[in-house]
């Protein structure tokens, strides 16, 4: 199976620069979008940027133009750009993957990391 550990996590300021990044490692076949979510205290987990194998990008509303998703499709990596941060992006930040395990008849997994915190201070 696959395994995704976040790196990149921690306090903040607000206005402040932050760079997360996700290791996929493991039984690794072909991974298609990656992505990163975010859940805060009570409330619900959301989409905070996605990018498929072709560099197709998708952002939350709330983030676009702060944040700025990549990957290193070779490498098995993503990574999230953080920028202008605000209080109201605290929360727990989750890797996640779109895994094929079987590419014909394709068989697709979904993976999570455990996620990793961030905090920005007003």
């Known amino acids: 199976q696959v395994h995704l550990v976040e790196s990149g996590g921690g306090l903040v300021q607000a206005g402040g620069s932050l760079r997360l990044s996700c290791a996929a490692s493991?039984?690794?076949?072909?991974?298609?979008?990656m992505g990163w979510y975010r859940q805060a205290p009570g409330k619900q987990r959301e989409l905070v940027a996605t990018?498929?194998?072709?560099?197709?990008?998708k952002y939350a509303d709330s983030v676009k133009d702060r944040f700025t998703i990549s990957r290193d499709t070779a490498k098995n990596m993503v990574y999230l750009e953080m920028t202008s941060l605000k209080p109201e992006d605290t929360a727990v930040y989750y890797c996640?993957?779109?895994?094929?395990?079987?590419?014909?008849?394709?068989?697709?997994?979904?993976?999570w990391g455990q996620g990793t915190q961030i905090t920005v201070s007003s």
């Open positions: 996640t993957v779109d895994h094929l395990v079987r590419l014909f008849p394709p068989n697709s997994e979904v993976y």
């Open positions: 493991g039984n690794i076949v072909y991974i298609n979008t």
């Open positions: 990018i498929t194998r072709g560099n197709i990008i």
